[in-house]
């Protein structure tokens, strides 16, 4: 039988690596846990090598694979074929000796579904005990110590009927909700830096209808240009990802090609980078035409690099996060169906974006002002305009954003009678972001000409956000981006009621044009923003 061997084979010889294949001619009784012999050959190349050897066993005595891993570890390999592992065994040495069974063993007894999981202790050369953990439907397994001595005395068959739980039945990922489960990475350019983009990423995710249930950031010094994470970084990766069974992996940067298919080979999960991720959330938001024309297009142009060396990246078939969008049919275009279809799409855009335009000619013709809205995501623009609406006494179509980013996509455009003499035009636009993808701007061009034709900015600011100061900087930056920064702009410190420290607000005041502290949930009133707004349009 042709025995599948992966794993770190650097520095072996072909001959041993030929003496680990030829084991498979060995079959292990029902009883047995493992054949004699299989198991003085892997104590002995265990020795040899100082690596991890892990096998499979089929539930007839058949060695179907075998992994080797450094550093005393190593990554189990899926089987082909099989879904599940509830009828394989995992048998894998320690070579310092410890034979109990770590946390990680336990993971992937749960995770891989197998039907046990063993591990060898070995030291100099010989077996130091056996433990032996059984999958079943209570909380912790059933395990077995065995000792050198009497190893071989052990019915695995007998104790496997024996078991009071049955060992099938158990989903592989056990969600709430049947939600993804995501694992989150990030390089950092100090052991300073706060965690705040992971935090956002973490914010992403759970807009994005995700369960985060791990992360790991490495200092952007030791990244590299292949595979993101260095070699080492890389190997934890993978052992953190099967203990907390995650099935997606995101990462808080743009990846390139080679970056992505990396990363899924080395951990076989899906992998979003913070792009995807993004244009996962807006495709999911998109409601007028005219937006879901502009997230097609950015996610086409995000996918077109990915078309070399198709990966899992373009072969995402069902739902979860990342699926969203161009759908199936779409994601296996070729190259040049692919740039046919964004040039369709390009001409689709244009003929809107000239319909805009007329609405905008129009609206210029009424004389009435543009104010603006604009702002870091999720800092209650959108709660501004209904309360904008309802203070001047006009009836509110627009329903309040859900407390997650991007709740607003489209754009919204309301005229507002603030007062006797003064009308204006209120437009509610997306928000911005950290590490704001360029094709998104260039997309989403038709939303942002919003901001470009206004009279006055209206900036709305989180100010009870840890990251306020940062938060107001990237939305200048956007500006800036935009041709923006010299417009008239008022700034709304919103959230006050939330400030912790006085001085904080104060100083967050003095740093941003025309600050006026405001709590837009409690419902204060506006009067103080329409009559600097007056005093700016005259």
């Known amino acids: 039988m042709n025995m599948d061997i992966s794993g770190d084979l650097s520095g072996i ?10 084991l498979s001619d060995f079959k292990t009784e029902r009883s047995e846990l493992i054949h004699p012999e299989i198991l003085k050959e892997l104590i002995r190349l265990t020795q040899l090598w100082n690596r991890e050897i892990a096998i499979y066993l089929s539930r007839a005595g058949t060695l179907l694979a075998a992994a080797v891993g450094r550093h005393a570890t190593v990554t189990l390999p899926p089987i082909k074929g099989r879904s599940v592992g509830k009828h394989l065994r995992c048998i894998h040495t320690h070579p310092n000796g410890n034979f109990k069974l770590s946390s990680l063993d336990h993971s ?7 039907e046990s999981m063993s591990s060898v202790g070995v030291y100099e050369g010989k077996l130091t ?3 032996i953990a059984y999958r079943g439907s209570e909380t912790e397994p059933f395990t ?3 000792s050198p001595q009497n190893w071989h005395k052990f019915d695995y068959n007998e104790a496997l009927s024996g078991l009071s ?7 592989k990922i056990k969600t709430a909700e049947g939600k993804e489960r995501a694992f989150l990475i990030a390089l950092e350019e100090s052991e300073q830096e706060t965690n705040e983009d992971l935090y956002e990423l973490r914010e992403l995710a759970r807009t994005a209808g995700v369960d985060v249930v791990g992360q790991m950031v490495q200092l952007r010094r030791y990244g590299q240009s292949r595979s993101y994470f260095g070699s080492g970084k890389l190997e ?3 052992h953190s990802i099967q203990e907390t069974e995650a099935n997606v992996l995101i990462c808080d940067d743009e990846l390139s090609p080679t970056q992505l298919r990396t990363l899924e080979a080395e951990t076989g999960l899906k992998v979003l980078d913070r792009t995807g991720l993004i244009l996962d959330i807006f495709a999911e938001r998109a409601r007028s035409r005219e937006g879901k024309l502009q997230v097609e297009l950015a996610q086409l142009k995000h996918l077109l690099p990915f078309l070399t060396g198709q990966g899992q990246a373009l072969s995402r078939l069902g739902a979860g996060v990342g699926s969203r969008g161009p759908g199936e049919t779409k994601l296996e275009l070729d190259r040049r169906r692919m740039r046919d279809r964004i040039n369709q799409l390009e001409k689709e855009l244009k003929l809107v974006l000239q319909h805009r335009d007329v609405q905008r000619r129009q609206r210029s013709k009424s004389g009435l002002p543009i104010v603006a809205l604009v702002g870091y995501t999720n800092t209650g623009k959108t709660t501004f305009m209904k309360l904008a609406m309802e203070q001047a006494g006009s009836r509110s179509d627009i329903p309040v954003g859900e407390n997650k ?5 489209d754009p919204i455009v309301r005229s507002i009678n603030i007062n006797a003499s003064l009308e204006i035009l209120l437009s509610d636009t997306v928000g911005f972001i950290r590490k704001l993808p360029t094709q998104l701007l260039r997309a989403f061009i038709a939303t942002l000409e919003e901001v470009q034709q206004a009279d006055v900015l209206i900036h709305v600011v989180d100010a009870s956000h840890q990251q306020a100061p940062q938060h107001a900087e990237t939305v200048r930056e956007v500006l800036n981006q935009l041709g923006c920064q010299n417009k008239p702009m008022i700034t709304l410190l919103n959230k006050v009621d939330k400030v912790g420290v006085e001085d904080d607000l104060n100083q967050l005041a003095q740093d941003l044009p025309y600050p006026i502290k405001i709590s837009l949930k409690r419902g204060d009133s506006l009067k103080p923003v329409w009559k600097l707004l007056s005093s700016l349009l005259d």
Not at 13 to 22: C, G, H, M
Not at 108 to 114: H, Y
Not at 165 to 171: C, E, L, P, V
Not at 405 to 409: E, P, S, V, Y
């Open 165 to 171: 739980q049955s060992i099938s039945g158990r989903a």
């Open 144 to 146: 077995v110590d065995l």
């Open 405 to 409: 980013l991007f709740a607003t996509l």
């Open 129 to 131: 005990g056996i433990q």
């Open 13 to 22: 010889r072909a001959s041993q690596i030929q003496e680990l294949k030829t």
């Open 236 to 238: 934890e990766l993978v």
């Open 108 to 114: 992937a007894l749960a995770s891989l579904q197998l």
